[in-house]
């Protein structure tokens, strides 16, 4: 069976270089067009790119240019997606930090990425991040606040060049957190091509995804932008927030991770969302149930699926919109006929048969450039996720190679876990894995050897909250006396599995 998505991006128009000609270009030819909405406040695509145009100056007049990382401390807001188009308008390289992160994991960042200057706000939520700013400032960032009122214009900028739009921090099974080089041609093609399969009319989205993350970067705002649509931030993300963003602003392209959108359907208050707008609604970043599937496709005109991660920048595969819910079961639709796919023998990298498990590799001009401190990316990338191929040339996700999981839409490593509860006192050894949980897909259960008894758990819960983002942080916390080894001396994982599900 042919590819269904070959017809639909025949087509696509040709891309501009960069992801900030899409602004100039609304700006240009649909200026009273909505580009953002944040609380009461709205933008149009030309007010959009005066206020692009004012901090983008402000940071060439602190010696900003190409190469340059920019940091931004924000939620889901206008001055987020300001700060972004402003740093690729002097070809610098943007760095979000989401506000739930604690200092050490703000520090590991900054250290890494080396930022010339970091955007803040003071207040995020009601936590005020003076504290953590000054520290941060100590590390050789210099730190602008959102507020200041002394940005002011300088001559016309020249254009950049630079190819690398942003850094996306993803960590590996070593805990080690590495920078994912996101490049313009990747978010341009990512955003063009949902945009094409994912057609609505007009376009309009929510943006409540943590500015870190590509899904509120390229999948969201990039898209957003690419279509010359409107996307409405929600600094925070909640079930009723989202439900009255839905329906007060006619939302009509949602695309969440399968917990967030389980959450907004378990709430009361869906029962009583109007839901005529909703032309579209999409998921990824893990399996949806058929229950929620069915669930959504009685709320959207029709539903729609993708697989992707940071690296991959845009989708490697999807499926076009459909009102047929069984048919989203299984899949993870086809794969972008532009990218260069194959599923491969893990160890070996000889391709698999159709039918067969293997791992998902890609290896196109659409991927990430390659991580921050590292060699140039080059060759097959190989994804850590299992997958085999259909009759119809659809692929199914079917397991992990690596052992990160997803838990609510987020990406968690179990090693950068383990690291930590490792240099706490009285630990001998730890294993963090995942466990299945009816709302997040996976959380994590943290098996640990240590002195003293259950309390001793409490204070390990309590660094962990100290000192990761709450979706990182373990759910469950167990004591044994010994890790269950193999005789390789291996902790031996499917004994602790054994362990955690009984």
């Known amino acids: 069976m042919a590819n269904p998505l070959a017809e639909l991006l025949e087509s696509l128009t040709p891309p501009f270089e960069r992801i900030e000609d899409y602004l100039d270009h609304w700006a240009e030819y649909t200026p009273d067009a ?31 240019g190409e190469g340059d990382v920019v940091a931004t401390l924000a939620p889901p807001s206008i001055d987020f ?52 700013l000054a520290e941060l400032a100590a590390m050789g960032a210099r730190t602008l606040t959102f507020d200041d009122d002394k940005w002011v214009a300088c001559p016309s900028l020249q254009r950049a060049s630079n190819p690398v739009a942003a850094l996306v921090y993803t960590s590996g099974s070593t805990g080690t957190a590495k920078g994912a080089r996101l490049t313009h041609k990747g978010l341009i093609r990512g955003a063009q091509v949902r ?66 959108f389980q959450m907004c359907l378990d709430d009361p208050q869906a029962e009583k969302t109007d839901w005529a707008s909703l032309q579209a609604a999409i998921w990824s970043g893990g399996r949806a149930p058929e229950t929620l599937i069915c669930r959504l ?50 160890g070996t990298n000889e391709p698999v048969h159709q039918g067969e498990q293997g791992e998902i590799q890609i290896n196109d001009e659409w991927m990430f450039a390659g991580y921050l401190g590292q060699p140039a990316r080059s060759g097959w990338f190989g994804t850590g996720d299992l997958g085999a191929q259909d009759k119809d040339g659809s692929i199914r996700i079917t397991g992990r190679a690596k052992e990160m999981f997803k838990s609510g839409g987020y990406n968690v490593y179990p090693r950068e876990i383990e690291m930590l509860i490792e240099g706490l006192d009285g630990v001998r050894a730890v294993s963090v894995l995942p466990a299945a949980d009816p709302l997040y897909g996976e959380v994590g259960v943290a098996v640990i050897a240590c002195s003293g008894d259950d309390s001793a758990l409490f204070a390990i819960e309590s660094a962990c909250r100290a000192r990761l983002a709450n979706y990182k942080v373990p759910k469950r916390f167990l004591r044994v006396n010994e890790m269950p080894m193999l005789p390789i001396g291996k902790v031996d994982k499917q004994a602790l599995a054994k362990l955690i599900s009984g």
Not at 317 to 345: C, H, K, N, Q, Y
């Open 34 to 64: 909505e580009a953002c909405v944040e609380g009461a406040a709205r933008l149009t695509y030309k007010g959009l790119s005066q206020r692009v145009d004012t901090l983008a100056e402000r940071l060439s007049s602190l010696g900003i």
């Open 195 to 260: 945009s094409r399969v994912w057609y609505v009319a007009p376009f309009r989205t929510i943006n409540n995804v943590p500015i870190n993350h590509v899904g509120g970067l390229g999948d969201l705002a990039c898209t957003a932008l690419v279509s010359g649509g409107c996307q409405v931030f929600l600094d925070k993300f909640s079930a009723q927030g989202t439900l009255g963003i839905i329906e007060k602003e006619g939302i009509t392209y949602w695309y969440q991770a399968p917990t967030m």
């Open 81 to 132: 997606i300001t700060a972004f188009l402003a740093t690729a308008r002097l070809g610098g390289v943007w760095l979000g930090i989401n506000p739930k992160y604690r200092l050490d994991e703000m520090r590991q960042l900054i250290s890494d990425a080396k930022p010339s200057v970091l955007l803040a706000r003071q207040e995020i939520a009601g936590r005020q991040y003076a504290a953590e």
């Open 297 to 346: 496709a009685s709320v959207a005109d029709r539903i729609g699926v993708d697989y992707s991660m940071s690296e991959s920048i845009g989708a490697i595969t999807l499926s076009p919109l459909t009102d047929r819910p069984e048919s989203l079961f299984e899949t993870v639709g086809w794969a972008d006929p532009g990218r260069v796919v194959r599923i491969v023998m893990p």
